[in-house]
T-cell receptor, first 112, second 115 residues
Framework: AQSVTQLGSHVSVSEGALVLLRCNYS??????LFWYVQYPNQGLQLLLK??????LVKGINGFEAEFKKSETSFHLTKPSAHMSDAAEYFC??????????FGTGTRLQVFP | EAGVAQSPRYKIIEKRQSVAFWCNPI?????LYWYQQILGQGPKLLIQ????????DSQLPKDRFSAERLKGVDSTLKIQPAKLEDSAVYLC?????????????FGQGTRLTVV
């Protein structure tokens, strides 16, 4: 079975500061891992995904995430936050199938 | 390329009434998903279609929820009768295949409020 834990339901950063959103997963098979972003009143948009190969994955809008099997983590980072990054971020895992299991989300606030 | 279209965007109904949501996936996408997103939670898969066949409906409360995708394109999700706990955003998504890692594209969702 698969599950995802996102630590911190709310994260606040200043514009220009490092963004770090935490995600830990549990999977009985080698996981595929995803980060999605949801802007207010919008659907989810894929930021990046890890399937196999390189453990550091780069996505859109300057975000990246690193798959660490030993820590069962897939944390999302961005070196410098922008006001437009304010949104809700969801980590998701899939196991043997294409079915996505989502975490509870982290709301990112960016202050000027 | 047009995205996933959903309607209506918002719906308010009284408990025990019925409601239906409509989804038009991206053209050519054989796989279609319906998710329920309750406030403060992540999306939860309700049902998955491959063309017009159901792949997974293990999380669908079948006593009150039903869904169909008759011609393998558009889909409707129905709730009858609605309960207060059905208040949520209902998201439709589609993907080009069922291969692991294939990106799912989401619509804007329908926000249902049951009073």
């Amino acid at each position: 079975a698969q599950s995802v834990t996102q630590l911190g339901s709310h994260v606040s950063v200043s514009e220009g500061a490092l963004v770090l959103l935490r995600c830990n997963y549990s999977s009985s098979v080698p996981p595929y891992l995803f980060w999605y972003v949801q802007y207010p009143n919008q659907g989810l948009q894929l930021l990046l995904k890890y399937t196999t190969g390189a453990t550091l994955v780069k996505g859109i809008n300057g975000f990246e995430a690193e798959f660490k099997k030993s820590e069962t983590s897939f944390h999302l980072t961005k070196p410098s936050a922008h006001m437009s990054d304010a949104a809700e971020y969801f980590c998701a895992v899939s196991g043997n199938t294409d079915k996505l299991i989502f975490g509870t989300g982290t709301r990112l606030q960016v202050f000027p | 390329e047009a995205g996933v279209a959903q309607s209506p965007r918002y719906k308010i109904i009284e408990k025990r009434q019925s409601v239906a949501f409509w989804c038009n996936p991206i053209s050519g996408h054989a796989t279609l998903y319906w998710y329920q997103q309750i406030l403060g939670q992540g999306p939860k898969l309700l049902i998955q279609f491959q063309n017009n066949g159901v792949v997974d409906d293990s999380q669908l409360p079948k006593d009150r929820f039903s869904a169909e995708r008759l011609k393998g394109v558009d889909s409707t999700l129905k709730i009858q009768p609605a309960k207060l706990e059905d208040s949520a955003v209902y998201l439709c998504a589609s993907s080009a295949s069922r291969d692991r890692g294939t990106e799912a594209f989401f619509g804007q969702g329908t926000r249902l409020t049951v009073v």
